[in-house]
């Protein structure tokens, strides 16, 4: 009679292997698509950010250069574009000055934007323009053209990142606020 043997067998050592093996694929798969998302939410947040530096910049009356000139009000801008944020200050009778640009992470763009009363939906996001008034930080939106849209209550802008298709929504209320999704 042969005794007991305690240990494993050849079959079972490569049962467990393959099924580790299969498992560290499955984790290593999830750990990018991870990665990816967490930059989708951090250029949600980046552009969250910017918001709030134009609201204040514009509600303090900050000036656009540091000249030390006084007696005008800037007006205060984000424009939006597919890969890119920019916060831009205009003072009377002058060209928008651009004062910061954000980058999108690389495969992630501004998709679209849409509004319950706002006439700028479009599948093929073209550009928009958010425009902060000086002192009072009144928010109006406008179109890539140009054209103001003062019934627009609320935005929506869609951002997605192309590697994971993964979409977040940035949603922009007049009154000012502005909340991920």
């Not at 079959?11 to 991870?34: C, D, H, K, Q």
Request: hydrophobic share 35%.
């Amino acid at each position: 009679m042969i005794g007991n043997s305690k240990g494993f067998t050849l079959v079972e050592l490569l049962v467990v292997i393959t099924i580790m093996g299969i498992i560290g694929a499955f984790v290593v798969a999830n750990y990018r698509s991870f990665g990816e998302n967490q930059s989708l939410k951090s250029d949600v947040l980046n552009i969250q950010n910017i918001f709030r530096q134009a609201q204040t910049d514009a509600s303090t009356n900050a000036q656009c250069d540091n000249t030390g000139s006084t007696g005008y009000s800037a007006t205060w801008q984000l424009d939006f574009y597919p890969g890119f944020v920019y916060l831009k200050c205009k003072r009377p009778a002058s060209q928008p000055t651009l004062k910061k640009t954000l980058t999108l992470a690389d495969g992630i763009e501004i998709q679209s934007s849409s509004g319950g009363l706002c006439p700028i939906s479009s599948d093929s996001f073209a550009g928009l323009t958010i425009k902060f008034a000086p002192l009072t930080g009144k928010i109006d939106f406008f179109n890539f053209n140009g054209d103001e849209f003062p019934e627009c209550k609320e935005l929506t802008i869609g951002l997605v990142n192309h590697k994971t298709e993964n979409t977040q929504y940035l949603i922009i209320e007049k009154g000012g606020r502005v909340y991920g999704e």
